[in-house]
């Protein structure tokens, strides 16, 4: 699957504490090609739904940009959501 504008994905918040996966909607794709650094649908940014205070940012959204794909899950990517 290749994101796309509006999809929702989740994030892992950049302090990798387990579990630390945040819904986010894709607001842009970066075009992967010829002279683009990004993985071609790979790196995208990001409009991430906080879990308020209990979250490092005390804000309800975080605007997470240039953010790549990884179903490792390292701090600081997205992944596809898990099925139940």
Known sequence: MKPSVGRIVHYVLPSGQVGAHRPA???????GGSGNPY????????????????????TSIHWATSVTHDEGKAPGTWHWPESE
């Open 39 to 58: 993985p071609d649908g790979e790196t995208v940014q990001l409009q991430v739904f906080m879990d308020g205070s209990n979250d490092w940012y005390f």
């Open 25 to 31: 909607i894709v607001v842009h794709v970066w075009p």
